[in-house]
Each structure stands twice: as structure tokens, then as C-alpha cells.
T-cell receptor, first 116, second 110 residues
Framework: NAGVTQTPKFRVLKTGQSMTLLCAQDMNHEYMYWYRQDPGMGLRLIHYSVGEGTTAKGEVPDGYNVSRLKKQNFLLGLESAAPSQTSVYFC???????????????FGPGTRLTVT | GQNIDQPTEMTATEGAIVQINCTYQTSGFNGLFWYQQHAGEAPTFLSYNVLDGLEEKGRFSSFLSRSKGYSYLLLKELQMKDSASYLCAVRVKGYQKVTFGIGTKLQVIP
């Protein structure tokens, strides 16, 4: 099993350009997440999905859109990139929550995005 | 919302024991996670506590006190490879997401 994979690994964008980050998982997990990680800020949730065809906003959703057309894929889009979106982006997945179940998150290797 | 506090940085000596604390304020608590993240890599799951007490897993242990909103991660027999950031994360009942603290960067020195 590959676990959680992300493409691309690195990307440099100019302000105003658009791009899509792809996350794929082969563990048949129901839940998927997109985070950004910045120095001194920790991991912050952008958007998440609890199943195919459903998405929800996280803590910092502005400037991003997501789609979950297939259970195994979760796409993060930047329509008009800004320098403030320079960050490391992590995708994660987990099993459906059960009361008191562990259901830890499995993370992809990350995408390092620079917006100039 | 949730408020999670943990020290930003810690330094410890190889072979020693180190305790990393995490305090949180939340309603509807439904579990606390610890993740390890080496520089430039993805976080990986270390431990989970939902009931009060100590969970032991090899050299790593995690403790939880729900009444105090407090957890710690205990690392024994420190090795150089334990140099990493340790992330505390809290899950709230009824939600499918967790909130992460900023992480504690641990440096193990010879």
C-alpha cells in the first residue's frame, strides 16, 4: 500500500496563477483533510471531507476550494494564488470516527508551495 | 473553539528522559493524540488517550488528566533520532476533525 500520496511535491507560482494539489489514499478511508503548516502556526485545517461528494470548511478556508468526486481522491485548488499562501500543504486521511475509537490520521509527504 | 498550549522548544541529553506537556481547553473532549514530525517530513501517529491515565508504548508513554485538561508525552532512553517536533492534537465529540497545537521542537544532544 502506498498510503497517502500527494502531487506535486514542490511548486513555485506567480501571484494570480492557479493550481490544483492532488491527494490520493489507498486505505479506503472515509475522511480526508487538507492542512497548511507555517512556522510558529502549527498545522491548520483548510477543508475536510467526511465522504465522497461532501466537503466542509476548516479553520482557514479562504482562497481555497476542494472537491471529493472519488472516495480515494481529495483535490485542493488555489484559484488566484497569493504570497500569503506560501506554505507546506499536507493531506491526511482517517477511518470513520467511532465513539472513543482511535482513528488516527495518516499524512501524505507534503507539497511545498512558494508564491512569488 | 479550542486552545492548546505546549512549549515551543526543549533540549534533552541522549539517554535521558524528557516530558513534553500539553494543556488544552475545550468542551466535548473526545480524545488527545500525539504525533511525531521529523524536519521536512509528514507527521506520524504516536499515541492516543481518551480516558485518564497512562498509555505505554515502548520508550514512549502518554498521560491524560481530563479534569485538568492536561497531557504529557514521556520519552525514555532518548536517542538522537528522537530529535523532532511533537504535536499535541485534541478531538471534540461529534466532529470528525482534530485541532493541533503548534508543536514542541525537541533537540537531543550528545
Amino acid at each position: 500500500n502506498a498510503g497517502v500520496t500527494q502531487t506535486p511535491k514542490f511548486r513555485v507560482l506567480k501571484t494570480g496563477q492557479s493550481m490544483t494539489l492532488l491527494c490520493a489514499q489507498d486505505m479506503n478511508h472515509e475522511y480526508m483533510y487538507w492542512y497548511r503548516q507555517d512556522p510558529g502556526m502549527g498545522l491548520r485545517l483548510i477543508h475536510y471531507s467526511v465522504g465522497e461528494g461532501t466537503t466542509a470548511k476548516g479553520e482557514v478556508p479562504d482562497g481555497y476550494n476542494v472537491s471529493r468526486l472519488k472516495k480515494q481522491n481529495f483535490l485542493l485548488g488555489l484559484e488566484s494564488a497569493a504570497p500569503s499562501q506560501t506554505s507546506v500543504y499536507f493531506c491526511a486521511s482517517s477511518r470513520m470516527s467511532r465513539d472513543r475509537g482511535i482513528n488516527e490520521q495518516y499524512f501524505g509527504p507534503g507539497t511545498r508551495l512558494t508564491v512569488t | 473553539g479550542q486552545n492548546i498550549d505546549q512549549p515551543t522548544e526543549m533540549t534533552a541529553t541522549e539517554g535521558a528522559i524528557v516530558q513534553i506537556n500539553c494543556t488544552y481547553q475545550t468542551s466535548g473532549f473526545n480524545g488527545l493524540f500525539w504525533y511525531q514530525q521529523h524536519a521536512g517530513e509528514a507527521p506520524t501517529f504516536l499515541s492516543y488517550n481518551v480516558l485518564d491515565g497512562l498509555e505505554e508504548k515502548g520508550r514512549f508513554s502518554s498521560f491524560l488528566s481530563r479534569s485538568k485538561g492536561y497531557s504529557y508525552l514521556l520519552l525514555k532512553e532518548l536517542q538522537m533520532k528522537d530529535s523532532a517536533s511533537y504535536l499535541c492534537a485534541v478531538r471534540v465529540k461529534g466532529y470528525q476533525k482534530v485541532t493541533f497545537g503548534i508543536g514542541t521542537k525537541l533537540q537531543v544532544i550528545p
